[in-house]
C-alpha cells in the first residue's frame, strides 16, 4: 500500500493585535525561539519576531499555523530570513 502525499500549501498569514495585549498570527509554520521578552517564529512572509513584557503562548497549533500570543506588545518585526536549520520545536522533537 502506498502512502498518497498531499501537496504542501501555503498557509495564509494574518496579524490581529488587540489592545497590544493579544496577539493571533496565522501561517505560521515553525516556531525558533521564545521567552517573556520576545517570541521568533517563522511564516511565509519571513522570520517574525514579537517584542514586549511578559509575554505567553496561550495557543499553538502546528497543523493550523496559529499561534496566539498574551502579555505587553511593544514590537512586531518582520526579517525575510528563512530557516536553515529548522525552529525550536523540530529541533525538541527530532
Do not use: C, W
Not at 502506498?2 to 493571533?24: F, G
Request: hydrophobic residues 35%; negative net charge; aromatic residues 6%.
Amino acid at each position: 500500500m502506498t502512502e498518497e502525499k498531499k501537496p504542501v500549501m501555503a498557509l495564509p498569514h494574518n496579524l490581529i493585535l488587540e489592545d497590544r495585549r493579544l496577539l493571533t498570527v496565522t501561517g505560521v509554520a515553525d516556531v525558533d525561539s521564545f521567552d517573556e521578552q520576545s517570541v521568533t517564529v517563522y511564516t511565509d512572509s519571513g522570520e517574525l519576531t514579537v517584542r514586549g513584557n511578559d509575554l505567553h503562548i496561550n495557543k499553538l497549533s502546528v497543523e493550523t499555523g496559529e499561534l496566539m500570543i498574551e502579555g505587553k506588545i511593544a514590537a512586531v518585526i518582520y526579517s525575510d530570513e528563512q530557516p536553515s536549520t529548522g525552529g525550536f520545536f523540530s529541533r525538541v522533537f527530532r
